[in-house]
């Protein structure tokens, strides 16, 4: 018979009827592969509510209380409608009711109202699970999880435990058991909840009793990470980690693992998987004893907040070596938990790191241990410090590695930070520091382990002039990026209308040899490789494989507008979906070709600068063309060099009709604040509209036309006036406008030549002399450059030291003078 799979699903996967589909899904196609165990936690934030309404009770607060409750029982009704939750609703008002009566609340009253999350999140899940025909059964797990009878944090009895889930066995056989997390039952029968992550420590518990094949822990992030991802937005998610590296990171703070969850699994050697309830295809983080293939990469970058470091200092050296040791004795016998403690090589100075809640009774005991020397004047006062920081890097193999201890310290010191106190785990799995200042650590950490000797898997989805110019140039960049950027940056795949290539250690050349797939299969691939990025180089309605893309845990760069510049709800929801997974999502290029536009109004709005007005020749194609135009070029003539040279889209007529730039201008409005529909742009094509109808005679029909355009050109040239494409997004009013204009010689775009674009931004520090982004604007060879760029900043960082090189070609950033 198959093996059992234990899953659990924390309170953010069981908080609202839509989640919970999600997780019936998940629970469907997991029961489809073999035998199946649920643990649940209580739904959402009860168990928060349930300690807030333990308190009113034994406050004496009725109206709040009864008020609590109400709203508490209303929600969870909602959740499952005709679930049997009414008795478990009754008996915890009861108990409630009891605690108010007595105006007291031991800790074993306290479980047994806290225990009533779990016991009606299992009834609603197994009821709703019968709902859509799946043979969901709820299951105490009071009933065989056997706990040391330690109310509050409890621990396991695992072999009591391991017998009792024997037992079990016979009247789950068949069923989908959803038992309760949290809780178990003490040697003489009480209740008694696990404390911290309990849910977690019910289904490790769980699966080692079962021998499960494997432990699954659904939450709401897409793994283990990097790093905060508040701290470090381009922390991804790790998909290995050993067992010992699980355990050192749960022991310095990562919020998705526990030290007591971690420990059953070890001994059992049953490996944990943490998962993404909304992206169940995405591969999450797996843990075993194996770990990622590079032992010599750094896992994460951890952080303890609100740390106090107390210090004590002999005045006599050789005055004896005791010291560490009794101030140990007086922290332990306050239940003190001390995080980090050092002392000198003579003994002479101790340094201790806690929990800055603890500093108070931390100092008092010390005092009372020392207070012999105090008196005597032996020590030096003992000074403290709070508001710090214990952060750590994490790896298996960093005590076979050498220079880790120099990497780290050079890191913090690179920036300015100040190591207050460290250590290094004798496991050599950790190195530790004390700093004050959180983010630039994280920061700088992240950067020196994280994005070195990277691994990135490019896939390409269209192939023509953009795409081609850049898988050339990626090809050819690879030596120069691993050499002098320790980047492995891999061309891995390209999908067309007409084949596919597919090479996860990466192409040597595009040949298109095989079939193509679509693109939901292409992103299925491609999402089991390491840093994946795909890369929209096509001119398609694109938005929903973007999103998918971002949903599976891939980066995004994109030099197709249309996905940017449709709905502003599709705008919105493309930049959303790359926060909550935690993925970059690029789009310089649809912009500016290889010009830093974007870039530049991002760091003006994020520098607090105030935009007002953004105008410009946004179009490298109309550029040329008015320029050949000012030189007497027929039209026809004009648009048939600018196709051969590959500035125009594949039908010149969407770049004369002005929805290219329009599209582009939409992109920046948004960029800069305005909630715009594209329908709110006021567009007037370079040429009549009837002229661009279809590329059957477009030609034909351009050279019908192009002698009036004639005559308005002498005429105007006459005046001293230029023809320009200009865009206009005015912030003030919120008029975003793309048209031609007959412009004078005082105007930004009077002076471009050629292909060359030109953004103008006025600000209110750019007020007098507006900040100008000016070069090439169209081109295969410099879009593809601007797409590298960003595939670069993916992989980097943004550290601009590292993607500068290939940045500088082509593109100038001044201040009109």
Partial sequence: MSRWRVAKFGGSSLSSRENLSAVTSIIRSLASEGPLAVVVSAPGATTSELLALTERARAGDIGGLQAGLDDLAARLRALVP??????????????????RLLGELSDAISDHILAHGELISATLVSHHLQQQGLPGLFDDARTWLHTDGVHGRAVARLDATRTAVRERLADWRGSIPVSTGFIGRSPDGRTTTLGRDGSDYTASVLGAALDAREVQI??????????????????????????????????????????????????????????????????????????????????????????????????????????????????????????????????????????????????????????????????????????????TVVAEAMGRTPGVAARFFGALGRVGLNVLCSAQSAS?????????????????LHDAFHLDAQTVSVALVGHGLVGSALSRQLLAQQDRLAGEHDLDLRLVAVLTRSGLDFAPRGLGQVRLQAPPISIEAYLDRLATLPTPVVVDVTASEAQDWHLLALRRGIHVVTANKKPLAGSLGGWDALRQAARQAHRSYRYETTVGAGLPV??????????????????????????????????????ATAVQRAQELGYTEPFAGEDLSGRDVARKALILAREAGLTVEPEQVRRTPLVPAELLTTPDGFQERLTAWQWRLTEEIAHHRRLGLVLRYVARVDLQTGEVSVGPRWVGPDHVTAGLAGPDALVSFTTARYDQA??????????????AAGVLADILRIAHGLRPERASTPLRAGRSLAAAS
């Fill in 428 to 444: 050599s799995r950790s190195i530790s520091a004390v700093v004050d200042d959180k983010e630039l650590a994280v920061r700088a």
């Fill in 598 to 635: 974007i870039e530049t109004l991002q760091h003006l709005v994020q520098t607090g600068d105030r935009v007002r007005v953004i105008e410009g020749a946004l179009s490298g194609t109309l550029g040329y063309l008015t320029d050949q135009l000012m030189q007497e070029v027929p039209l």
């Fill in 82 to 99: 005709g679930a049997p939750i009414e008795p478990l609703l009754e008996r915890l008002a009861d108990q409630l009711l009891g605690v």
């Fill in 218 to 391: 659904w939450t709401d992030v897409p793994g283990v990470l990097t790093a905060d991802p508040e701290v470090v937005p381009d922390a991804r998610p790790l998909q290995r980690l050993t067992y010992g590296e699980a355990l050192e990171l749960s022991v310095f703070g990562a919020r998705v693992l526990h030290p007591r969850t971690m420990i059953p699994l070890m001994d059992a050697g049953i490996p944990l998987r943490i998962l993404q309830t909304t992206r169940p295809d995405a591969p999450g983080t797996r843990v075993d004893a194996q770990g990622q293939d590079d032992t010599h990469l750094a896992t994460s970058v951890t952080c303890l907040d609100r740390q106090a470091l107390i210090d004590i200092r002999r005045r006599r050296i050789g005055a004896g070596s005791d010291l560490a040791a009794r101030i140990q004795t007086a922290l332990k016998e306050i239940s003190g938990e001390v995080w980090l403690g050092t002392q000198s090589a003579h003994g002479q100075a101790v340094t201790v790191v806690l929990p800055q809640a603890h500093l108070d009774r931390a100092l008092a005991a010390i005092e009372r241990a020392l207070a012999g020397e105090l008196a005597a004047g032996e020590l030096d006062p003992l000074r403290t410090r709070t508001g710090l920081h214990l952060v």
């Fill in 770 to 783: 507006p900040l100008q982004v000016r070069g090439p604007g169209a081109g295969a060879e410099v879009t």
